[in-house]
């Protein structure tokens, strides 16, 4: 990625974090980052172009601090362990991307055009996550009866909610991590399709 096209998507994001994609204005974004604003519709088309593009750079920054501290004595499970914690930190670079992140999903809800690169990003965390999910299932860290993809949905859904309440102060950074790793001891342990176990399911078969 060049230099410039870089501190374009810094200054995105930042922008996005900081008033919203409605307060999204294309010539503050090219002013932040130095650029014109001919060179920014150079790199991105339109306005979707470059939500489209700070989305992916939000995502690659994720990953980046996710995958921080790794150490090659880690257990599998330590690692999907810390992957998911990573979501929620008081360090300013993680804030302005969760701030990001929920406010493009937020937006999604009424902004067609987001929806698809919004899924497509997501699908990207997801798979991250089930693929940490199999390994630690290939060392018997995790039962082997959780469907790692539903798994990861799940949990990438519950980070999602928790940061959004994070965020809006509602509860604190250390709160947030605790309710996220009690969800992991819980869920990783124990498989996610019930149905068979369920009262109310097996009540409703039996009247049928």
Same mark, same amino acid.
């Given at each position: ?24 204005? &294309? ?7 130095? &650029? ?89 965390? &997801? ?62 342990? *124990? ?8 009262? &109310?399911?097996?009540?409703?078969? *039996?009247?049928?």
């Amino acid at each position: 990625m060049s230099e410039r096209r870089d501190a374009i998507l810094k200054a995105s994001a930042t922008a996005i974090a900081q008033r919203g994609i409605r307060g999204l204005r &294309v010539n503050d974004v090219a002013e932040v980052a130095g &650029v014109s604003p001919g060179l920014l519709y150079y790199h991105f088309k339109d306005r979707i172009g470059l939500l489209e593009a700070a989305l992916n750079y939000i995502n690659d920054r994720a990953r980046d601090y996710r995958s921080e501290g790794e150490g090659s004595a880690d257990s599998a499970r330590d690692r999907l362990t810390r992957s998911l914690l990573g979501e929620i930190q008081d360090r300013p670079e993680v804030v302005e991307n969760s701030l990001a992140w929920n406010e493009l999903r937020a937006s999604a809800v009424y902004e067609e055009a987001l929806r698809e690169p919004l899924a497509r990003t997501t699908a990207a965390w &997801v798979a991250e996550i089930a693929d940490a999910i199999t390994q630690a299932q290939a060392t018997g860290e995790i039962s082997p009866s959780l469907d790692p993809r539903r798994t990861a949905v799940t949990m990438t859904a519950l980070v999602e909610g928790l940061s959004g309440r994070w965020l809006c102060k509602e509860i604190s950074t250390d709160d947030a991590r605790s309710h996220l790793l009690g969800a992991i001891d819980v869920v990783m342990s *124990e498989p996610t399709d019930r149905t068979t176990d369920n009262p &109310v399911t097996t009540r409703t078969k *039996e009247q049928r």
